[in-house]
């Protein structure tokens, strides 16, 4: 079984607070998380702390369920601040976890800064964030894996791409976003809430 080391939640981690108060601080200098400090990164950052601050505000899916967890589980957050899609789904995810699963501590990382963590947990091969890695706090085994999109959403992606080929980087992103906006969060936590189903009692 894949196991998570320890020096990666007592070293390198951060609580989500600490993420936001560390992007606000580099926006303040001008800078975003990562080596790439170009303009249109810090732009990116900018504009995803503004999304941040919105859903942090934004009204939970009604509907949802709290699990009995077997045994201490924690998450590991690997992700980025220029990084559009970790904008539109940690918030919900910190509200759920705040509201149905108290009990779970999140542990944010940052990819480009710790590369040796990121590539321990690839999707197809590739960085993709955000990543979620589910863990148990005792053992250190992981647990379960998710992202770094919602399955639904991920689907419709990659089909939109098809029916329309030859679009930019940002027309692509612009219309992702905007699934994201309609869908209001029912995708992501519908995905996650099915990950703490499977390690309930």
């Known amino acids: 079984m894949q196991k998570i080391k320890r020096s990666w939640l007592t070293d390198v981690s951060m609580s989500y607070s600490e993420y936001r108060e560390l992007l606000d601080d580099l926006l303040l200098a001008n800078k975003t998380t990562g080596d790439d400090q170009s303009e249109e990164r810090i732009s990116y950052a900018s504009l995803n702390q503004k999304r ?4 942090d ?9 709290s699990f009995k967890i077997k045994g201490k589980v924690g998450v590991m957050i690997i992700t980025e601040g220029w990084c559009g899609d970790s904008a539109q789904i940690v918030p919900w995810f910190e509200q759920y976890l705040e509201l149905y699963q108290p009990e779970v501590k999140s542990y944010f990382i940052l990819r480009d800064d710790n590369p040796q963590v990121m590539d321990s947990f690839l999707t197809n091969g590739t960085r993709g964030i955000p990543k979620f890695v589910f863990f148990n706090e005792e053992t250190l085994d992981v647990l379960a894996l998710w992202g770094p999109r919602p399955e639904k959403i991920q689907k419709w992606f990659l089909s939109m791409k098809e029916e329309q080929p030859g679009l930019s980087k940002d027309e ?3 219309q992702l976003h905007q699934f994201y906006t309609k ?3 029912h995708e992501v936590i519908a995905d996650l809430q099915r990950v703490f189903q499977s390690l309930s009692v």
């Open 183 to 185: 869908d209001k969060g």
């Open 57 to 65: 505000k934004a009204t939970m899916p009604s509907g949802l369920s």
């Open 52 to 55: 941040m601050q919105r859903l």
């Open 172 to 174: 692509y992103g612009l």
